[in-house]
């Protein structure tokens, strides 16, 4: 605002320059959806790498060759950021309660509880997710000199074949005293940190949980405490996956979406949609043993490959097996988005798979020819550049569809531009609808958009040959004013990748003297 003068002299007021600057989100987040005996089911978990996927939801399971194999291959192929949603036969809604694992009874200090229930005066503790992976965890408790009412908890790893104990989590400075001036009540501190154990404090005591050690502690688990195996094409998986979407409708950003091994047609079609609905991608799996002659759905926002893919099975000697191709193939386009951008064909001679060993299917040129043209994303082995993938379509691809969304890489630059500028122009929201906010608008925007052309984003080599951005009277009406509306419209020349390379030769006949 301007300055109030009151003296003579020199005053400096600074005005806004009116920059927003734009940044691009990510764009190769990925969620994926399955089965695991292990982990959270009430939220997408994130993970960073193959060691946080063990951690949290337990890794390679030889009752589903999908779901850690998939993240596995995700993270070998460039994968960096992943969500899980885990599957399970407990209810997977927002609103549900969560059936614990621990069913059995927990003693303390000679004093026994039934887990998960309000028992006799003491400290109660249960499994923070399903599973009998909580055989081998339990918790210790150690008084702490400095306070009568302070102790320790450790939650510690104790598998039956282990010669000791490892401390896993350990919290410090407890109290079992609500409120607790020092913010250490037990419940809040363990309850919302630990990825382990939840505890409850039964009865009302004001009484410290005396010393415990292992084994009595442990926490208890039946044989069915992991459920039922979820595996894609069972009626409780199609289930599951479609209450899946509302646990993903947590998570702020998802680019790429996978459900390793779903073939059901209806389902894709709905996680589709879904996509579309979130400016996200979905990498569709083949069937295992049929050669695609249509594709499931013919969304914008989907690319279907084929076939599966040989890979070592680590939990049977490194022997050979064959695994959905999604999670290769979203590692595949992380890493290419890293090196070259979002606007590059995640495929070609650059796009090689690594872990894998085979194809279930080898193609030749003819058999490829067939199938591109209805767009399938084929996945080939050549003896010079390994197994890559070898098509860019979308699920529109088909030649006969005429689609201007025909490319994964035209498709994704799109859902990156539409997301970066919705997140961005938040700050449009309630300022004065007229030419000083239409003017900030195209500055930004159009910063942003060359930006992109800086970086070969486009075709053209002018900047009004790649794009425009266009926010004027022309296209804000005074009755859109009067609504309450800006339109901002933007435009851009998308890069096509080179799908069929044609080399003329001919003959050069020979020189005649004249």
């Not at 060759?65 to 399970?88: C, E, H, K, T, W």
């Not at 992976?133 to 702490?144: C, D, E, H, L, P």
């Not at 295992?288 to 040989?310: D, E, M």
């Not at 970086?455 to 790649?466: K, L, M, V």
């Amino acid at each position: 605002m301007p300055v109030a003068v009151s003296y003579p002299g020199v005053y400096v007021e600074e005005i806004p320059s009116g920059v927003h600057t734009i940044t691009g989100v990510a764009t190769s987040i990925t969620a994926f959806i399955g089965w695991a005996a292990k982990g959270p089911v009430m939220y997408a978990g994130l993970v960073l790498s193959w060691a946080d996927f063990e951690r949290m939801y337990g890794g390679f399971d030889a009752r589903s060759p999908y779901l850690g194999y998939a993240v596995s291959q995700f993270f070998i192929n460039g994968g960096q950021q992943a969500y899980i949603v885990r599957l399970s036969t407990y209810k997977l809604t927002a609103s549900a309660t969560l059936t614990p694992a621990a069913s059995a009874t927990l003693t303390l200090g000679g004093l026994t509880f039934t887990a998960g229930t309000v028992g006799p005066d003491g400290l109660v503790s249960n499994a923070a997710n399903p599973g009998v992976w909580a055989q081998n965890y339990g918790i210790a408790i150690k008084n702490q000199s400095g306070g009568t009412n302070r102790f320790r908890v450790q939650v510690v790893y104790a598998p039956p074949s282990a010669p000791s104990e490892v401390v896993v989590e350990s919290y410090e400075n407890l109290s079992i005293v609500t409120p607790d001036p020092q913010g250490r009540y037990v419940a809040d501190v363990i309850n919302k940190q630990s990825s382990f154990v939840t505890v409850a404090v039964a009865g009302g005591t004001t009484t410290p949980p005396p010393d415990t050690t292992l084994p009595s502690p442990k926490l208890a688990g039946t044989a069915n405490d992991d459920g039922t195996v979820l595996l894609p094409g069972g009626g409780t998986f199609e289930t599951q996956v479609s209450a899946a979407k509302a646990i993903l409708d947590h998570v702020d950003l998802v680019n790429l979406l996978c459900v390793p091994g779903e073939i059901v047609t209806a389902t894709i079609g709905e996680l589709e949609a879904y996509c579309e609905g979130r400016r996200a991608f979905l990498i569709a799996d083949s069937d295992p043993t049929v050669t695609p002659t249509a594709l499931p759905t013919a969304g914008k926002n989907s690319a279907f490959y084929f076939p599966w893919i040989q890979a070592p099975d680590p939990l049977n000697q490194n022997r050979p097996s064959y695994y959905p191709p999604c999670g290769f193939v979203a590692g595949i386009y992380a890493r290419t988005d890293g090196t070259r951008g979002v606007w590059k064909a995640p495929a070609g001679t650059e796009a090689t798979l690594a872990g894998a060993s085979g194809v279930a299917v080898p193609l030749n040129d003819s058999q490829n020819g067939l199938l591109n043209p209805l767009g399938v994303n084929c996945i080939r082995n050549f003896n010079v550049y390994g197994i890559v993938v070898w098509g860019a379509r979308t699920m529109q691809g088909n030649d006969e569809l005429g689609s201007e969304w025909k490319y994964v890489p035209v498709r994704r630059t799109a859902l990156f531009i539409e997301e970066s500028l919705y997140r961005a122009l938040k700050w449009v929201v309630f300022e004065p609808n007229d030419e000083p906010l239409w003017a900030e608008i195209r500055l930004n925007v159009g910063a942003f958009m060359h930006n992109l052309f800086r970086q070969h984003a486009f075709q053209g080599i002018t900047p009004a040959d790649a794009y425009f951005v266009k926010c004027d009277k022309e296209t804000t009406t005074q009755n859109d004013i009067n609504l309450g509306i800006v339109n901002i419209v933007v435009g851009f020349a998308p890069l096509k990748p080179a799908e069929f390379v044609v080399i003329q030769i001919q003959q050069m006949a020979g020189q005649i003297a004249t």
